[in-house]
């Protein structure tokens, strides 16, 4: 659903189990930490809201958004870190640049995820401007960083059901 049309912090609390003893890794892209900043902030204060200590979670700084899949997969890599939560934030330019970011970082996230079967988690803005991403980094459609730590919180709660 564009988020347009839905707050990006309306969501569902079911599959959120108890998080005390979970470690979070949050890779954030220096590129434009204006906006990254606010993602940060919003990631910290819903995993503290759900009961993670700030001792159970590790920052690591990458310079732009498409090095958040090698940052992703050095923080997968540690045993001791259970979800993994990328922040970003690509704005379209005047270039196809935009495009060529956008999906590499998306690919190499999914496989992260998928090679150490982790949550690693696409908390990336993808906007045609600063204004829509201040918009999406807590403003008046939310924050994409809470949205990225709930996702994560989610995934780690995830148990499948089956059907009888």
């Not at 045993?79 to 270039?95: K, R, S, Y």
Request: include cysteine; hydrophobic fraction near 40%.
């Amino acid at each position: 659903m564009a988020s347009t049309q839905k707050n990006l912090n309306t969501y569902s609390e079911k599959n959120i189990g108890n998080l005390s003893l979970k470690r979070f890794g949050i890779v954030v892209s220096e590129w434009n930490t204006d906006v990254t900043g606010l993602l940060f902030e919003g990631a910290i204060q819903t995993l503290a809201k759900y009961g993670v200590s700030k001792v159970n979670i590790v920052k690591a700084e990458v310079p732009g958004s498409f090095e958040l899949s090698l940052g992703s997969q050095m923080m997968a890599l540690k045993d001791e870190i259970d979800a993994v939560i990328c922040l970003g934030c690509v704005i379209q330019g005047e270039t196809r640049h935009f495009e060529f970011i956008c999906q590499a970082v998306a690919h190499g996230i999914t496989n992260v995820g998928l090679k150490y079967n982790k949550p690693v988690i696409f908390g990336i803005l993808t906007t045609d401007n600063q204004k829509q991403a201040l918009e999406r980094a807590g403003g008046r459609y939310g924050n994409k960083g809470e949205e990225a730590a709930i996702t994560a919180i989610k995934m780690l709660g995830f148990n499948p059901i089956a059907l009888d």
